[in-house]
Every structure is written in structure tokens, then in C-alpha cells.
């Protein structure tokens, strides 16, 4: 069936430094990718998107590819804070359809150490 | 602010009850979902509804049924609650008209234990 494999599963960075979350995906009818960020304790929220007729977004200094040949996409955080300690997830939507219909990655929880 | 608030926010029960956990939102979106989350898992749709006459399975909608009371207020029910449902629920919604972004705007979550 559909689904998104998303890695590393934990991934620890020193403040300053750049963490790189990927993400492939096996629905080719998918044609929105958003990244969602979960403080502990606290509701996802989106962080950032990107749709299929676009390759790469950036948003300060967060950044997402995507190859849809390849059927992957990455999240990109540069000059890490601790604030950016949390739990990120990638999705896909489903289908084709509505970009509320997502297909979530497991999630890969980010520490960034002071 | 405009919310999506989820009751109750915490229940413990026991194996075959029935539970109802409840969504309301005053965003004044058309589209509302429930989604699952489980440690290691990810999140996983439940149910989806786009108007209150319109009901969608998810990926994971088996021992699960759904009501769209109102365009604000959709409610999850496990008819005989099982072990395995244990799991923080979230309700969701999203604008399906000239707002929309595809982004979700997630409540605060319902942390379900089935004993």
C-alpha cells in the first residue's frame, strides 16, 4: 500500500549546525508534501510545504527539495537552536486528492544540543 | 483566537465500553479529520469529513465510527473499546475554499488508555 519512509528515526546536532531529514514516498499520484514540527507535549503543526510543480522552498532557515523522479524529499534546517529540539514529521497526501488526506512518516526526533 | 479544542483532553477506560471523544472548532472550516498517533508510528487517519453530509474512511477506520454534528463539531466513538486503541487522538481541520493551503491546524489531543 501507500506509504512514507522517512529517515533518520533520532538524529542529534551541535547548535549551529545543519540537520538534513529525508523522506521517500510510494504514491505517484501524491502532489503535496508538508512538514510538520511536535514540541513535546504539544499539537503538530506545519512548518513548511511544497507541491509537486515546484523543486525546492525555502523559508528562513528552513529549506525542502523535492525529486519527484526519485519520489523523495528532504527537510533542511540550517544554524540549528535548541528551539528546534522536536519531534518532525514528513507527509504525502494521498491519492492525488485532498492535501488534507496525508500519509504521515514515523517521525524523527531532532535534539540540538547547547 | 480561533481553536480547534478537543474534549475530554484525557480518559482512561476499560476494555468493551463505549467511548466518544468530541472535536469543535471556531475556525470556520469545512474539513475535519481524525488522525491516530502512536510512539515509533506517525499519525494515521481515522476519518475525514468535508461538509457535515460527507464521510470518509482513513487508513485505519476499523472499530471506529464518526458523526459531523455541525460544520464545527465532529465526533470520534470506539463502540467496544480494546487494548490496542490505546493512542493519543488528534482532531484536525483545514480550509477547503479559497483559503485553502492544504495545512492542517491540529487541537491540543485526547489521550486515550483502554484498560
Known amino acids: 500500500g501507500e506509504n512514507v519512509e522517512q529517515h533518520p528515526s533520532t538524529l542529534s546536532v551541535q547548535e549551529g549546525d545543519s540537520a538534513v531529514i529525508k523522506c521517500t514516498y510510494s504514491?505517484?499520484?501524491?502532489?503535496?508534501f508538508p512538514w510538520y514540527k511536535q514540541e513535546l507535549g504539544k499539537r503538530p503543526q506545519l512548518i513548511i510545504d511544497?507541491?509537486?510543480?515546484?523543486g525546492e522552498k525555502k523559508d528562513q532557515r528552513i529549506a525542502v527539495t523535492l525529486n519527484k523522479t526519485a519520489k523523495h524529499f528532504s527537510l533542511h534546517i540550517t544554524e540549528t537552536q535548541p528551539e528546534d529540539s522536536a519531534v518532525y514529521f514528513c507527509?504525502?497526501?494521498?491519492?492525488?486528492?485532498?492535501?488534507?488526506?496525508?500519509?504521515f512518516g514515523k517521525g524523527t526526533k531532532l535534539s540540538v544540543k547547547p | 483566537d480561533a481553536d480547534v479544542t478537543q474534549t475530554p483532553r484525557n480518559r482512561i477506560t476499560k476494555t468493551g465500553k463505549r467511548i466518544m471523544l468530541e472535536c469543535s472548532q471556531t475556525?470556520?472550516?469545512?474539513?475535519m479529520y481524525w488522525y491516530r498517533q502512536d510512539p515509533g508510528l506517525g499519525l494515521r487517519l481515522i476519518y475525514y469529513?468535508?461538509?457535515?453530509?460527507?464521510?470518509n474512511k482513513g487508513e485505519i477506520s476499523d472499530g471506529y465510527s464518526v458523526s459531523r454534528q455541525a460544520q464545527a463539531k465532529f465526533s470520534l466513538s470506539l463502540e467496544s473499546a480494546i487494548p490496542n486503541q490505546t493512542a493519543l487522538y488528534f482532531c484536525?481541520?483545514?480550509?477547503?475554499?479559497?483559503?485553502?493551503?492544504?495545512?492542517?491546524?491540529f487541537g491540543e489531543g485526547s489521550r486515550l488508555t483502554v484498560l
Open positions: 484536525a481541520t483545514s480550509d477547503g475554499g479559497r483559503g485553502n493551503t492544504g495545512e492542517l491546524f
Open positions: 504514491d505517484s499520484a501524491s502532489n503535496y
Open positions: 511544497i507541491r509537486s510543480n515546484v
Open positions: 507527509a504525502a497526501s494521498r491519492n492525488g486528492g485532498s492535501q488534507g488526506n496525508l500519509i
Open positions: 475556525k470556520g472550516h469545512d474539513r
Open positions: 469529513s468535508f461538509d457535515v453530509k460527507d464521510i
